[in-house]
T-cell receptor, first 114, second 112 residues
Framework: DTGVSQDPRHKITKRGQNVTFRCDPISEHNRLYWYRQTLGQGPEFLTY????????KSRLLSDRFSAERPKGSFSTLEIQRTEQGDSAMYLC????????????FGPGTRLTVL | AQKITQTQPGMFVQEKEAVTLDCTYD???????LFWYKQPSSGEMIFLIY??????QNATEGRYSLNFQKARKSANLVISASQLGDSAMYFC?????????FGKGTMLLVSP
């Protein structure tokens, strides 16, 4: 399978715990995006990497959230001191450089904070 | 700033009929692109079709076409010959110089 993969697919954690999600993009794509999707809403942009550089972060990305993309390959999204409001689907997407910047999405990681 | 408005929370269509899903947008960018994605119950976002703001012809991809009316700032998705497998959430999105902004989506249900 050469699509975008995410791990884990589901995560249940207790409030206050730290969680980390992984995204493996399509291998030749140099752009990688993280989104958050809550029930009944469209995905909301969190952050964007071009290769290993984090070029843009949403104001939704509080200081409890951090994302990395070492060596411009896979990416991790960490949430520290989780809160119940962090419960959502976290989606990763990748795209090749250029227009129209068609983004290919992974299956998502569903986070439940108890 | 960018904004997408999808005013139809849900739509019903019978199999083999055509259906139009509405999308209006707002942006201050001179150049932008409009996208439609499908999200089945499995959760994965599937790219359907793209329209550039300077494209003169409406985009088509198989049974999907995008009715782009720039002056009205609308980018409606038309699905012809609906199939049961088309039942899903559909999201309209816009990307200018910045990030991809999605609407709240329309749930499409196709009945036999």
């Amino acid at each position: 399978d050469t699509g975008v993969s995410q791990d884990p697919r589901h995560k249940i954690t207790k409030r206050g715990q730290n969680v980390t999600f992984r995204c493996d993009p399509i291998s030749e794509h140099n752009r990688l995006y993280w989104y958050r999707q809550t029930l009944g809403q469209g995905p909301e942009f969190l952050t964007y990497f071009q290769n290993e550089a984090q070029l843009e972060k949403s104001r939704l990305l509080s200081d409890r959230f951090s994302a990395e993309r070492p060596k411009g390959s896979f990416s991790t999204l960490e949430i520290q001191r989780t809160e119940q409001g962090d419960s959502a689907m976290y989606l990763c997407a990748s795209s090749p450089a250029g227009v129209p910047d068609e983004q290919f999405f992974g299956p998502g990681t569903r986070l439940t904070v108890l | 700033a960018q904004k997408i408005t999808q005013t139809q929370p849900g739509m019903f269509v019978q199999e083999k009929e055509a259906v139009t899903l509405d999308c209006t947008y707002d942006t201050s960018d001179q150049s932008y692109g409009l996208f439609w994605y499908k999200q089945p119950s499995s959760g994965e976002m599937i790219f359907l079709i793209y329209q550039g703001s300077y494209d003169e012809q409406n985009a088509t991809e198989g049974r999907y076409s995008l009715n782009f009316q720039k002056a009205r700032k609308s980018a409606n998705l038309v699905i012809s010959a609906s199939q049961l497998g088309d039942s899903a959430m559909y999201f309209c999105a816009i990307k200018g110089y910045s990030t991809l902004t999605f609407g709240k989506g329309t749930m499409l249900l196709v009945s036999p």
